[in-house]
């Protein structure tokens, strides 16, 4: 123990209680409590041992693997376990043998002991999978600055990262890319990799996933900074995921101005918008070349990316090319005459055929029968390739600009250098959409029953957000009956399938038959409806009932009968919400059950008022009761 006046002296045996010695403390030794006051931080990292570390080490003699030991607390002042991991390693001398023996540890998350393994495994082996297995752990906990950290010491380990080391690195900042490190971090390994010394040179994969990290950081500067190095042809050459990352990043930057240009006039953001959109479209000239050459090819993303870029547009022109874009890359005909006078090149298909026959209990999905279309052969288009970066200033759309969304004519372009990608949900979500804004309701049902047909060449299976996009079309249509139908196949029909069904069903099927008010067997629809909810969700919607309540007021006027009798089947739904109490304990919702319940009153006074005496008693005397109670 130290002197009188020591203040660490009282401390001493309770830290000799808590910190073991790595070997037997001999006589005449100077005490810990002297040692810790000369020496408050461990030594640096090195690996030349000076006579503090002989003094913790048994053998004088300090080997590499024994001083790499000593520098990590987990196994520094534990011989038994340093025994028992050498023991360990001897089975595990085979690099695949060991990395098998990390991922068990990390799935365990055993991380101390994966790390203290790999650590000893890589004085006599060549561990980079290991090594990389524990990058990717810290990545995935989000312990950025410790996964760096982990990669630096493989290297100063003898370790040499291969190509999977760099891009483990680079996606898992792609994971965190808020972080204010991720961005430059990303940008500093990836151009690490261009360096004369450095055995592993940059591929496309690394490309992409720092293309992705720029993005996600909305740095686009840094990003073109990336693309414009890219070779047009060769192993590191774009491919269809470099284009996809560019054209999601263009769209999501021109979303987020929205977010942060609040002042914003609506001619600016129009402008600004119209140049997102000029951006993608040079893009795409420089792609539909490539494609065709067999440079590359086109998958769905790439063609949904360039899509939903075009819904940005505040023309018709820029929805049109959407369908052109499906027909020129998928061959999908178009369901929609195009429009006139855009180019004198264009042929027009003609006139879209009347309004196709919808059936909900057809085979297929909605069942709606397609009115086969004329076949058009479209001219060719020009190949007038451009490797000039898109400028953001120029918002002119050049006849080359306006022309290239059609089919390439076969006599110029081998079909063997040709792959259409098969359309699929996404594909048809964005033919949806296109239809709903150019208000082309026929056309979309077309759309809906050539992609969904189960006899036709497509045989998509929707999910729930297309079914949840082809209500928003029947609401648009004011189609009550078949949003009913829709609801019920959905429920216990051939559609089954209750992860389908969701809060956000039931408000737009409701929504459609209160459009559709003028109807009189809209409220007969809606009910259809409402039983639907009842049987499936645990706590009736209050904004979907509001909407039921919103029909009802409509159709009291000309029938209160019908408006009573429609009160008397939400009297379930609104007992549920009576006994929920606070339902869910949210301000939002107990706003909504309010609002639910000023709207069910005002519903009851419209049918005792447009009544008058023809109300029977019991009726009568039900309303006046609902409406004390609420």
Known sequence: SGPPGDPLRAFGPIIEAIIPFSAPHKAGAESYTDRAKASPVPPPLSFSGNDEDQRTVPNHSVSRERSIIHKHPSTAHDPKRTRQLGKELVWLRDPVKLAENTIGLLRNDDHEKAIDTVRMASKNTSCTVSWNHLIDYDMSKGKVQKAVKIYNEMKKRGQQPDAQTYTILLRGLSWHPHRQESLPRALKIYHSMSADNCPVKPNIIHTNTVLKVCALAKDMD???????????????ASNNLTFTIILNAIRSIAWQNDKDLPDESLDEKSLRRQRAVVQGRKMWEEIIPRWRAGDMWIDEELVCAMGRLLLLGSTERDFDDILSLAEQVMGIPRQKRKLSGRDELEVDQPAIAPRPVVDVGAPGPGGITVVEKGKVDPPGLENNESTSPPSASD?????????????????????????????????LSLLLDACISLRAIPSAQSYWGLLTSPTGPYNITPDSENYHMYLRLLRVQRASSLAADLVEDMHSGSLADMRMLAVKTFRIALSCCARDKNNVHATAHATRILHTMFQTLPYPDPRAMEMFTQLLLAVARTDFRVAVKGLQTMDPGMMVLNRAGNYGGGADRRGEVLQLAQRFVGACDAAVGYAGDRLEREERKWLLQRKLMW
């Open 222 to 236: 840094a990003l073109w900074g990336v693309a414009a190095k890219l070779p047009t042809r060769g192993m590191g």
């Open 395 to 427: 918002t002119t759309l050049t006849p080359a600009l306006t022309n290239f969304f059609r089919p390439a004519s076969s006599s110029k372009i081998p079909s063997a250098s040709i792959s259409n990608p098969r359309p699929g949900r996404n594909t």
